[in-house]
Each structure stands twice: as structure tokens, then as C-alpha cells.
């Protein structure tokens, strides 16, 4: 029965993505909308992602410093296991589920409010391809704009490693920005923002979905933006583990 339903939401998303990819009617009007977007859901996260990264860096040091001090492990490796942590996982996954707890409830909850105060059935009585018109800015405009929040993300994550080395005396400055630039891989930030491309179309479609056929009231309305939250994560967390196997093997 759980297959069977799964199956049929899973045909239903496929359609629903099939009706958004359209060509939109009139470009000049999708362009707008889509910078509207980014504001709305790219611009107006960074304070967040600010203030997370920079205590989650911090912690990280911290944590590293305390759990590997050991005479046979070399000083600089708390910068070098901090860069990488949030290279490779905190930078695009751990952000992109706090995230779809931010952006993925705002869109569920805007398009399905639009959805039970009859907004919706007003654009397609118009004959406005509601989905293409609501949903593809949003997608486009948070995919756009998603790899610009975790640079930040990672600016701000080692800044705030830097800031305990600074501040306290668990480590030296020399030697945390020594283990910053040890060993350094390039494929480590364009791995992170591959895979924070695929969570934020994960993000900005999921949510969009739930909040498109919702059904009922304003209580569907909190409900649907709870189950798009969820199947966001379930998702960026099954991903995440497809893309690593086939972007770091």
C-alpha cells in the first residue's frame, strides 16, 4: 500500500515538473518574477546562513581540537579536518536541510495558500499555465542562486574556525591557516556546489508539489508545508549519498 502510494505521488511529481519545464508565455514577465525570487529566497537567507556558519565553524574547530589532540597527530590538522568537514558536507548538505526548513516551508505555504483561496483555478481559467507561471521562477531563481549561498556558507564556516583561533588559545592562528591551505583540493568546492545545485532544485520543486495540490483549508495548508519539509530532507539525504558515491569514488 506505502509502495503503491509512493509510486503514484512519484508519477504525479513527474507530472507536475513536465507542466512547470514549459515555455513560458511571456519571458519578460518570468524574468522579473524570477529576480523577485532570488530576493525572496536567495538574498533574504544569508543573514542565516551567516549566523549558522559562523558558530557551526567555530564549533567545529573547537570539537576537532579537543578530540585529536595527540602528540603523533600534526597541530595544522584541526584547520585541514575543519576545511574539509565543511567542504564536503556542512557547506551544501547540512545547510540545504536547514534550509529546506526556511525556503521549502515558505514556498509549500504560499503556493498552497494560493492553492485553497482559489487563486490557482483563477489563472487557469484565464488560460495561464498556473505551474509553469508560479513554480519555474521559484526553481530557477533558487538553483541560481544557491551555489552564491554556500561560498558563503564555506567563507564563513572557516572564518569562524579563524575567530576561535584568535579569541582562545586552543590552537594557534599560524597553525590553523597553515592546515587551511595543507593538502588542499580543488574538487572539494565544485563538489559542494554540485551537489548543492541538485538540493536546491530538490528543495524548490518538492515543496512547490505539496503546496500545489494541496486540498482543503488553511490546516492542509501547515500540513503540506510539513510533508514537503520532510520529503525535502528524506531526499537531500538520499541524494547525498548517491552524489558522493559517484562524484569522490
Given at each position: 500500500?506505502?509502495?503503491?502510494?509512493?509510486?503514484?505521488?512519484?508519477?504525479?511529481?513527474?507530472?507536475?515538473?513536465?507542466?512547470?519545464f514549459a515555455l513560458?508565455?511571456?519571458?519578460?514577465?518570468?524574468?522579473?518574477?524570477?529576480?523577485?525570487?532570488?530576493?525572496?529566497?536567495?538574498?533574504?537567507?544569508?543573514?542565516?546562513?551567516?549566523?549558522?556558519?559562523?558558530?557551526?565553524?567555530?564549533?567545529?574547530?573547537?570539537?576537532?581540537?579537543?578530540?585529536?589532540?595527540?602528540?603523533?597527530?600534526?597541530?595544522?590538522?584541526?584547520?585541514?579536518?575543519?576545511?574539509?568537514?565543511?567542504l564536503l558536507e556542512?557547506?551544501?548538505?547540512?545547510?540545504?536541510?536547514?534550509?529546506?526548513?526556511?525556503?521549502?516551508?515558505?514556498?509549500?505555504?504560499?503556493?498552497?495558500?494560493?492553492?485553497?483561496?482559489?487563486?490557482?483555478?483563477?489563472?487557469?481559467?484565464?488560460?495561464?499555465?498556473?505551474?509553469?507561471?508560479?513554480?519555474?521562477?521559484?526553481?530557477?531563481?533558487?538553483?541560481?542562486?544557491?551555489?552564491?549561498?554556500?561560498?558563503?556558507?564555506?567563507?564563513?564556516?572557516?572564518?569562524?574556525?579563524?575567530?576561535?583561533?584568535?579569541?582562545?588559545?586552543?590552537?594557534?592562528?599560524?597553525?590553523?591557516?597553515?592546515?587551511?591551505?595543507?593538502?588542499?583540493?580543488?574538487?572539494?568546492?565544485?563538489?559542494?556546489?554540485?551537489?548543492?545545485?541538485?538540493?536546491?532544485?530538490?528543495?524548490?520543486?518538492?515543496?512547490?508539489?505539496?503546496?500545489?495540490?494541496?486540498?482543503?483549508?488553511?490546516?492542509?495548508?501547515?500540513?503540506?508545508?510539513?510533508?514537503?519539509v520532510v520529503a525535502?530532507?528524506?531526499?537531500?539525504?538520499?541524494?547525498?549519498?548517491?552524489?558522493?558515491?559517484?562524484?569522490?569514488?
Amino acid at each position: 500500500m506505502i509502495l503503491t502510494s509512493s509510486l503514484a505521488t512519484f508519477g504525479r511529481y513527474c507530472l507536475f515538473i513536465r507542466r512547470v519545464f514549459a515555455l513560458p508565455d511571456r519571458s519578460r514577465i518570468f524574468l522579473r518574477r524570477t529576480v523577485q525570487e532570488i530576493s525572496k529566497l536567495g538574498i533574504d537567507s544569508i543573514p542565516l546562513v551567516i549566523i549558522i556558519s559562523l558558530f557551526i565553524g567555530a564549533v567545529i574547530a573547537i570539537q576537532m581540537q579537543l578530540n585529536i589532540a595527540s602528540p603523533l597527530i600534526p597541530a595544522y590538522s584541526v584547520g585541514l579536518a575543519t576545511r574539509d568537514i565543511v567542504l564536503l558536507e556542512f557547506s551544501n548538505s547540512i545547510l540545504c536541510l536547514i534550509l529546506a526548513g526556511k525556503v521549502g516551508s515558505n514556498i509549500a505555504s504560499e503556493i498552497g495558500t494560493m492553492r485553497v483561496t482559489e487563486q490557482i483555478d483563477a489563472l487557469e481559467i484565464m488560460g495561464v499555465n498556473s505551474a509553469n507561471y508560479l513554480v519555474l521562477p521559484k526553481i530557477i531563481g533558487f538553483v541560481l542562486f544557491m551555489p552564491a549561498l554556500v561560498i558563503i556558507c564555506m567563507a564563513t564556516s572557516l572564518i569562524g574556525g579563524y575567530l576561535v583561533a584568535v579569541v582562545t588559545d586552543l590552537i594557534t592562528v599560524s597553525r590553523y591557516v597553515y592546515g587551511l591551505q595543507a593538502l588542499f583540493q580543488e574538487w572539494y568546492v565544485w563538489y559542494g556546489l554540485i551537489k548543492s545545485v541538485v538540493f536546491a532544485f530538490i528543495i524548490a520543486s518538492v515543496a512547490s508539489f505539496y503546496g500545489y495540490y494541496v486540498k482543503g483549508g488553511a490546516l492542509d495548508v501547515g500540513k503540506a508545508s510539513t510533508n514537503g519539509v520532510v520529503a525535502s530532507s528524506i531526499l537531500i539525504l538520499l541524494f547525498d549519498v548517491i552524489l558522493t558515491k559517484l562524484l569522490l569514488q
